[in-house]
């Protein structure tokens, strides 16, 4: 299973970027989808995430100015990010709990992350 995002990029304080994540390969199910972030010198926090039952956790730091939307049929997760603040600025990595064939239990997988950087 391979993740792959994308979206990122330089933008002013108060401004919007949408970040995407898709999962491919073959025989495997996307349980919990969700993004996390890591600032230079800071470990890697939790941003949102997105549960297999349809509901949405933020981190208290995002909460009211962030919005997932999850596609199933595509395996698609998207962060819509508005009124950006510097302090947004890290590389922000999609992370999923997908179920493979033949195996029990979940697997997480990682993607390579994509650099937000919020400043004027």
């Known amino acids: 299973v391979q993740l792959q995002a994308s979206g990122g990029g330089l933008v002013q304080p108060g401004g919007s970027l949408r970040l995407s994540c898709t999962a491919s390969?073959?025989?495997?199910?996307?349980?919990?989808m969700g993004w996390w972030r890591q600032a230079p010198g800071e470990e890697r926090k939790f941003v949102a995430l997105?549960?297999?039952?349809?509901?949405?956790m933020y981190a208290d730091s995002v909460k009211g100015r962030v919005t997932l939307s999850r596609d199933n049929a595509k395996n698609t997760l998207s962060l819509q990010m508005n009124k950006l603040k510097p302090e947004d600025t890290a590389v922000y990595y999609c992370?999923?709990?997908?179920?493979?064939?033949?195996?029990?239990?979940?697997?997480?997988?990682w993607g390579q992350g994509t650099q937000v950087t919020v400043s004027s």
């Open positions: 390969g073959s025989g495997f199910e996307v349980i919990n």
């Open positions: 992370n999923a709990f997908v179920t493979l064939a033949g195996m029990s239990g979940t697997t997480q997988f």
């Open positions: 997105s549960l297999s039952s349809g509901t949405t």
